[in-house]
């Protein structure tokens, strides 16, 4: 069965992509509900990060559900339909307030790559493998979606992914900068689960206003929104909260006010 799955774990939630049979390829009803499962754990006020991963160890996520293509993308209304849902799901984790991790194993090519792209943090396990096959369809890539990977992985690399379209491993993405760790394959659970952990100690405003100054630097929000966001950092309780408990050599206890 193909879905969309939410779940909750103490101050982090969890958006599984459920396609197993089929490398968790994403249907057009799967790319809207992971828009609106993002959007569900954001509003949540008591998670504090997002996690994005695939179903099993074989994909995160393999792209689009090519079956679709003929039904779904056949005409040119169909196109710009299906293309405004698929982009509504890529900018998901960017809209989100919230820290917004990619967990990805094996297969992340086509949509899922492009899909990683808009997360914050992009965490691998070695046996991860990533493509952008966008030249061997004839697909046009938009614009935006290119210019999110320049600004994480710069020109020639992105020239490289988009005019290759060549599978490459996780070593190599870290070395471009799409990755941030490759960890091994049995440790890779583990480890995202302890940096949201860590993630989850922090004040939640400061990490939504580093989250939008970033933003603001790629073109994705307005300069006036992350300055909005860092003055209130500075005028919350939170902040009041944290300076008392460097004080008083305590964890401090933030609550997002």
């Not at 405003?205 to 073109?219: I, M």
């Not at 929104?225 to 944290?242: L, Q, T």
Request: charged content about 20%; proline content about 3%.
């Amino acid at each position: 069965m193909t879905q969309i799955l939410v779940r909750r774990d103490g101050h982090v939630g969890t958006v599984l992509v459920s396609n197993p049979g089929k490398f968790n390829a994403m249907t057009v009803t799967m790319w809207q509900a992971l828009t609106a499962a993002i959007a569900e754990l954001d509003g949540d006020a008591d998670i504090a990060v997002i996690v994005l991963t695939g179903e099993g160890e074989q994909a995160f996520v393999s792209g689009a559900d090519i079956s679709q293509f003929e039904s779904e993308r056949g005409e040119p209304d169909a196109q710009q339909r299906y293309g405004a849902i698929v982009d509504d799901a890529y900018a998901a984790p960017v809209r989100a307030s919230k820290p917004v991790i990619a967990k990805i194993r094996g297969i992340c090519m086509g949509g899922g790559l492009g899909l990683a792209a808009g997360c914050d943090i992009r965490i691998c396990a070695s046996d991860a493998r990533f493509r952008m096959p966008a030249g061997r369809l004839g697909l046009g890539y938009k614009p935006e979606g290119v210019q999110r990977f320049v600004s994480l992985i710069g020109v020639q690399n992105t020239l490289d992914i988009f005019f290759s379209a060549r599978v490459f491993g996780a070593d190599e993405a870290l070395r471009m900068g799409f990755v941030s760790q490759v960890v091994a394959p049995g440790e890779l659970d583990g480890i995202v689960r302890a940096y949201a952990d860590t993630m989850a100690q922090n004040a939640p405003l400061t990490l939504k206003a580093a989250k939008l100054s970033v933003n603001a630097f790629l073109g994705t929000v307005s300069d006036a929104a992350a300055h909005a966001a860092a003055d209130a950092c500075n005028a919350s309780e939170d902040y009041r909260e944290g300076v008392r408990a460097f004080a008083e050599k305590r964890k401090a206890v933030f609550r997002g006010v």
